[in-house]
């Protein structure tokens, strides 16, 4: 069966709107992007902006008559609509080809759970596409792996704040680290961090995940990472830095390099530039000693 792809491009705040129009006019099935190449804040309160920039695309049947839905469509989208058709192919098939085993660190794969480890003895993160963000394909992620590959101890004691799909605190965990504790407002990332902790193997006793309101407070953590946004980090900086014991290493992403030093004044601590890919940089710090 052919189909049509119809989509728009749209602000934040009028996608939801674009989404329901696009349903209430048949299609088969809708899909929200980031149309600007920013990470999703998987620590975002319900409701607030995720992309500024957002890509809604609808799936039609190809006898859609594509001019009727242009007509039918709110007036304020009919200027950006764009129509192609897709041509017949098993598109389950076809999505899963795009998803291939990335290394990021000697010896540190991910991998989808359809396909074999190049390295079987290497350590391998199944993990597979889902809503959470975190499947390692955006520089932040991949960088903030980097570095966990060359900074956890054995033993370490690991925070993954605004955890998304949980594959940074799980690769802590894989690379030696004693515990993990896993935390996010988005009850999406939490369900799926258990899932790709269960998938990965990870021993129930060593993973702690919860919402930001049921911290606590936990025992002091040798590191932690957070791959947010600059804004959020900013704000979060006295909760961060709390949950660090003296002396700990502080990595944070999700930040473009003209925002380093609006976390370095945010920050009671000298944050260098570890990485930088594409625009974006992972920063890290390291805890005053009392």
């Known amino acids: 069966m052919a189909w049509f792809q119809v989509r728009l491009d749209t602000r934040a705040e009028l996608a939801p709107a674009a989404e329901d129009a696009l349903l209430g006019l048949g299609a088969a099935a809708v899909t929200l992007q980031d149309n600007a190449d920013q990470p999703l804040f998987a620590g975002a309160e319900p409701g607030e902006t995720l992309w500024q920039e957002t890509r809604v ?14 007509a039918e469509m709110p007036a304020s ?16 098939r076809e999505w899963m ?49 980097g570095e966990l590959a060359a900074r956890v101890a054995p033993g370490d004691r690991v ?12 690769a802590a965990l894989r690379l030696g680290a004693d515990s993990l504790l896993a935390t996010d407002t988005d009850p999406q990332a939490l369900a799926a961090t258990w899932a790709n902790a269960e998938r990965n193997h990870i021993a129930a006793g060593s993973l702690v995940v919860c919402h930001p309101d049921a911290l606590g407070e936990p025992a002091p953590a040798d590191l932690l990472v957070a791959n947010i946004l600059a804004g959020p980090l900013c704000a979060l900086a006295p909760v961060l830095t709390g949950l660090l014991r003296p002396g700990a290493t502080l990595l944070l ?28 940089v992972a920063l890290a710090g390291r805890q005053a000693h009392d």
């Open 57 to 70: 695309s609808g799936l039609f049947p190809a006898d859609t008559d594509l001019e009727q839905l242009r």
């Open 77 to 92: 989208y009919r200027a950006g609509l764009r129509a192609e058709i897709l041509e017949d192919k098993d598109w389950e």
């Open 97 to 145: 080809q795009h998803y291939q085993p990335r290394q990021f660190a000697q010896g540190l794969w991910l991998c989808p759970s359809w396909l074999t480890p190049p390295e079987p003895e290497a350590i391998n993160i199944m993990l597979d596409p889902g809503l959470a963000f975190g499947t390692g394909t955006h520089p932040t992620t991949a960088m903030c792996l």
């Open 159 to 170: 925070v993954d704040f605004g955890c998304g799909s949980g594959v940074l605190g799980i």
């Open 253 to 280: 992403s999700g930040v473009l390099l003209e925002q380093v030093e609006q976390l370095r004044a945010a920050y009671p601590m000298a944050l260098e530039v570890a990485r930088e890919q594409d625009g974006w």
